[in-house]
Each structure stands twice: as structure tokens, then as C-alpha cells.
């Protein structure tokens, strides 16, 4: 009797430990389906963490009233979580298709708390039957408290490093759940002399099996059906990296690629955003024997670049692999970018741009900074004077740099905050913009030591869209364009540079795109 009670109490521990890995595999995947389908991970981090330590306060209030049927009650719980944590990512994908704007928000914020709220109950039942069972109340809440802990660790990895880049959201949703459901069962056998109506508890598990391991093998694909509702054209391509989900569509010809739901490019008109971030630059250049592009992992700005003779090494520094493998790969993309990345003068680094920056030793005749957006804290210091000042400071004598700075029609504080910050670090800078269909109006910085002068610039290589002519005339911003501000009462608000300390481009950003 003595020792099928200390096997109960052993399960009890491990039974909290594994719960707990759910639940923070669930809490961090709540997060990255904010992130993703939301935008503006740190915010939504930031909300599903908050929101989950709040359910799991409600939920160890609650706890309170639970004094009988500890182990039914639990296993109930188990079954509660494997039912909604298992379908959230895929019901989420789901109403991101179908259900109306705003309620794929309400969503995922109601179910973090019911998840945390569920996963607050599980511990103090837990402790308490350990406690019932004969072990030393003291010795029961730390021990089950050491789990808890132990298995947060562990599950906040398992999700980082396997789960979301090999299994992917719906899946490891799913997987999870299968474990929670697992430990329900496990309790359930072992407790079942104290269960009453135990056909009709297993046969609950039961079902609930059937529909997760539907889910497991069915789910991604039916949630692909869903996702595709999003993009205009088919999906030719899809994968979740390490830091991304990565998207290809392609109809009648155009191949577009997306990171994180934002279109990189389209391939009908691609060339107008490419010729212009690159050619002006590279003229501008006295000397062109050394380029760095950051960003660029689909390889078509790099597919510009080989054009000139002149230019002997290119790095490209971009932080997903899987981009750049698939830039080398990928039948469509080489079609686009026509095996640029494989060459010999081009070498690839799958690094963190401003880590590469701050501890390279080289200099270069050319920067192209052809990188995602500032909508989030991680891409936000890519945009810093920090980062500019690193920039610089690897910029040679008669060098040029480049960078991408979204829509000056769209989100023009954003554009000038970015021009303003580059500015800021002593560079000479001077203002372009073109229409690409996909796009919009997009709007480029170009920066030197040295003051620019547009009129002298000749582009020298091939192009389908820029001439000498057009480039003057990308110089020219209309009155919704200008670098003035006007706030709603009229008055024009100071633009100030984006910095690590003071990252108020994000803020700016969101605000200017959430109508687009």
C-alpha cells in the first residue's frame, strides 16, 4: 500500500512538470500566433504573457473550491486543455480567413487566458492530492512547484528550437495537446480505483483522441486551405523557419514572396524597386570593388549588382537561412534572381546585420540596406542611429549606402523619421521615391560622406525602368509626401532620429499602417 502510494505521488510530480511544459509551449505559441498573424510581436508577447499570468491567478483563486474528486477534476482539466489548446492555432487561422476583422484578436486573447486560467487550477489540485495522499504538505508544494519551474525551462526551449521550426504552429498545437491528454490517461489508469463512472471518462478520452490525432495529421493541411484565403494567388511554397513563416504564391507568371504575411516582392514589377536601390548607388560610388548588401536574401538586388564588372566581392548578410537556401534552391526564384547568390563574387553570411556590423573590421564602397520594415523591437534596430552610425562608420571615402525606407505616401513620418536618423549620424542624404504596382509609392535614402548631387548621377548598367531622367524626377515629393508633418490641429510636429533608447519608429509605423 505504502509503495502504490509513493508511485502516486512520483506520477504527481511528473505530471506537474509535464503540464508545465504545455503550458509555456502553449503560452510562448500564443505569442508567435499574435506576432504572426497580428503584427508587432513584442506587443503581443507582451499581452499573452500578461493575460496568461492572469488566468493562472483567476485559475488558483477557483482552485480554492476544488477540496473532492481532486483527481477527476484534474484529468477534466487535462481534457479541457487538450481540446482548445490543440484546435487554437488552427481555429486561428481559420477566422483570420472567415470571421470578421478584429475577432481573430479577441480570440487568441480569450483563449491565453482560458489556457492560463486551466493551467492555474492544475498545480494546487495537484499539490493537494499529494498532500492527501500522505506526503508532508511543505515537502509536496515544493516539490510540485520544482516541476512547475523545471518544466517551464523546458518546454520554452523545446518550442524555440524543435517544435516551431520543425513542426510549425498548427502541428505542434496539436502535438502538445496529444502530451496533455497523455497525462490525463496515465492518471486516469493508475487512479482509476478511486474513479467512479470510469467507462464514461475513457470513452471522453477517446474522442478526444480521435479528433487530435485528426488534427495532427489533417489539421496543417486544412489550416493551409485557410492561409491560402489570404494571399491572392495560389501558394507554391510555404515554411516556417526559425524566425519566419515564409510564404511563395504564384499566378500567371508573377511570383511574389511574403515573410510574416508582408510582401517582399512581386516579379511583374520587382525591377522598378531593384533598379532603384541599386543602380544610383553604385554610380554615385567613386570606387565599386567591395559592396555590402544587407538583407537581400532572395538574391535579386544581388542579380543587379553582378551587372558592373567593377565590383569584385559582395557579402550578404541575412539572418534566415532558409531565405538565402531557398534563393539558391528554388526553381521560381532563380528564374528571378538568376542563380546570383551562387557566384563566385558573392559570399554569404546568415548573420544578425547589426551584429555583423559592429564586429567587422571591413570597409566598403557600397551598403545597400535593402531590409524588412521596423514593425517590430527586433527589425526597430535596424533603423536606429546606432545603426546608422555602424554604417558609416564601414562606409569608405567616396562610398554610397542605400536604404529602403517604406512608403512616404503611406507612412510618411515613418519615411522622413527614417531619413532624419540617417542624417543624424553626418551623413549627406538625399530622397527618392517610386511607384511599384505591388507596393505603392516606395520611398529610398541615399547617404554619403560626401553631399550628393543627383543631376551628376548616369546610370551606367542595363535596366527595364530607370533612366538619368526618371531619377531626377524621383526627387520630387508632393504636398501628402513632404517631410513637414501636419498633426490634426494644423501644426507641423518635429521629427526626431530613432534610436535604440528612444525606439519611437514603431509606434509610427503601426499607426501609419493600420489602415492599409
Known amino acids: 500500500m505504502e509503495t502504490n502510494g509513493k508511485r502516486k505521488s512520483h506520477l504527481i510530480y511528473w505530471a506537474s512538470g509535464i503540464v508545465s511544459i504545455c503550458g509555456i509551449i502553449f503560452e510562448v505559441l500564443f505569442g508567435a500566433l499574435g506576432s504572426y498573424i497580428l503584427g508587432d510581436g513584442v506587443k503581443q508577447y507582451t499581452l499573452t504573457i500578461s493575460l496568461f499570468l492572469t488566468g493562472m491567478g483567476v485559475g488558483a483563486s477557483i482552485s480554492e473550491r476544488v477540496m473532492k474528486n481532486l483527481i477527476i477534476t484534474f484529468i477534466w482539466i487535462e481534457f479541457m486543455v487538450a481540446l482548445i489548446g490543440g484546435f487554437s492555432s488552427f481555429i486561428m487561422f481559420g477566422m483570420t480567413a472567415f470571421a470578421p476583422s478584429g475577432t481573430d484578436a479577441l480570440f487568441l486573447y480569450l483563449i491565453t487566458f482560458t489556457i492560463g486560467g486551466l493551467t492555474g487550477l492544475e498545480l494546487p489540485i495537484l499539490i493537494r492530492k499529494a498532500n492527501e495522499i500522505g506526503v508532508e504538505l511543505n515537502r509536496s508544494t515544493a516539490r510540485v512547484l520544482f516541476s512547475d519551474y523545471a518544466g517551464g525551462l523546458i518546454g520554452g526551449l523545446l518550442f524555440a528550437f524543435y517544435l516551431r521550426p520543425q513542426m510549425g504552429m498548427v502541428k505542434s498545437a496539436f ?23 470510469l467507462v464514461l471518462h475513457t470513452s471522453a478520452a477517446v474522442f478526444i483522441a480521435i479528433l487530435l490525432i485528426g488534427g495532427l495529421f489533417f489539421g496543417e493541411e486544412l489550416a493551409f486551405s485557410f492561409e491560402q484565403k489570404l494571399y491572392k494567388d495560389p501558394i507554391i511554397h510555404m515554411e516556417e523557419s526559425a524566425y519566419q513563416k515564409i510564404v511563395v504564391t504564384k499566378e500567371q507568371g508573377d511570383t511574389r514572396m511574403f515573410l510574416n504575411g508582408s510582401l517582399q516582392f512581386s516579379s511583374s514589377d520587382e525591377y522598378r524597386y531593384h533598379e532603384t536601390l541599386i543602380h544610383p548607388t553604385v554610380a554615385n560610388a567613386e570606387a565599386k570593388g567591395n559592396v555590402l548588401v544587407l538583407g537581400g536574401g532572395d538574391g535579386i538586388a544581388v542579380k543587379e549588382l553582378l551587372k558592373y564588372e567593377k565590383i569584385k566581392n559582395i557579402t550578404v548578410v541575412d539572418l534566415d537561412p532558409a531565405v538565402t537556401t531557398l534563393a539558391k534552391n528554388n526553381y521560381h526564384l532563380l528564374q528571378l534572381n538568376e542563380g546570383a547568390l ?30 524588412p520594415d521596423p514593425n517590430n523591437e527586433s527589425l526597430n534596430k535596424l533603423y536606429t542611429r546606432e545603426f ?82 526618371v531619377l531626377k524626377s524621383m526627387t520630387v515629393f508632393g504636398k501628402d509626401e513632404d517631410r513637414e508633418i501636419v498633426n490634426r490641429e494644423g501644426e507641423v510636429v518635429p521629427l526626431k532620429p530613432n534610436t535604440l533608447i528612444d525606439p519611437h519608429l514603431i509606434q509610427k509605423y503601426e499607426s501609419a499602417w493600420q489602415n492599409y
Not at 176 to 189: P, Q, R, T
Request: glycine share 4%; proline share 4%.
Open 342 to 371: 551562387s557566384d563566385e563574387r558573392v559570399q554569404v553570411r546568415n548573420e544578425d546585420a547589426f551584429e555583423f556590423l559592429e564586429k567587422s573590421e571591413d570597409w566598403y564602397d557600397i551598403i545597400i540596406s535593402d531590409l
Open 175 to 197: 502535438f502538445v495537446a496529444c502530451i496533455n491528454l497523455s497525462v490525463a490517461l496515465v492518471v486516469l489508469y493508475l487512479f482509476r480505483s478511486e474513479i467512479k463512472r
Open 388 to 469: 546608422y552610425s555602424l554604417l558609416r562608420n564601414h562606409l569608405e571615402p567616396g562610398g554610397a549606402a542605400m536604404v529602403q525606407a517604406t512608403s512616404p505616401v503611406f507612412a510618411p513620418s515613418v519615411y522622413w523619421t527614417i531619413s532624419k536618423t540617417i542624417e543624424s549620424t553626418g551623413l549627406h542624404t538625399v530622397n527618392l521615391h517610386v511607384d511599384i504596382p505591388s507596393f505603392g509609392n516606395w520611398g529610398f535614402v541615399m547617404a554619403s560622406r560626401e553631399p550628393i548631387k543627383v543631376e551628376e548621377i548616369s546610370i551606367q548598367a542595363e535596366t527595364e525602368f530607370l533612366t538619368d531622367e
